[in-house]
């Protein structure tokens, strides 16, 4: 059996996303050498709440250089063949680490956003939201006089509980299980292939570097781009072969 047969198979088939899903689109991530965000920010200082208010003009800096950023890229292939095989009724369910809307952008609709999106901003007294390219034009306060920020989670934030509760009971009922792009070392998304092979589901990593379940995956595929493995797989998908 091969990854293609089993997502042919699969009932309920979520896919868990991380930084390397979006960096094949040209969004820096955190952590790399030379081009992560840590080359020219320390996101632990700025991207917190006590940020926001103390150090505000540094807060608003490094997330209008990620909201520019983000605007200068666009999904890729893999993002727009989730999104294929969700309306096909291949893939039911995407959990993403990422705050690009990528997911969203490329055609998909079930979508759990664990770290929020960088796509909106919110007021932080009242929750008003607004589209984020109001940031790049020096829109900083809400009407009601409250601060906007965007609406993703900041160091030392809780995650949204409703999107841990989605996640978690999506990753219950997975028969197939996919991770792509994701180094599972950040709780709690690392916890959710763990929970889906508990309950019998078959695990597949793809991702650059190797992670610490790997041993435990059904398959796991790495040193490719995910774009390349996903066009590769819908190709056996389509032309009927495993």
Known sequence: MTIASWLAESRRTVVLTGAGMSTESGLPDFRSPRTGLWARFNPSELATIDALYRRREAFVEFYQYRIRTLQQCRPHDGHRLLADWEQRGIVQTIVTQNVDGFHQQAGSRRVIELHGSLRTVHCQRCGQSKPSFVYLHGVLTCEC????????????????????????????????????????QVAPANQLPLIAKRNGAKLVIINWEPTELDDLADAVIQQRKIGDVLKELNEQLTGGTS
Do not use: H
């Open 145 to 184: 006089g409250g601060v906007l920020r965007p609406s993703v989670v900041l160091f030392g934030e809780p995650l949204p509980e409703n999107a841990i509760n989605a996640a978690w009971e999506a990753a219950r009922q997975a028969d197939l299980f996919l991770v792509l792009g994701s180094s599972l």
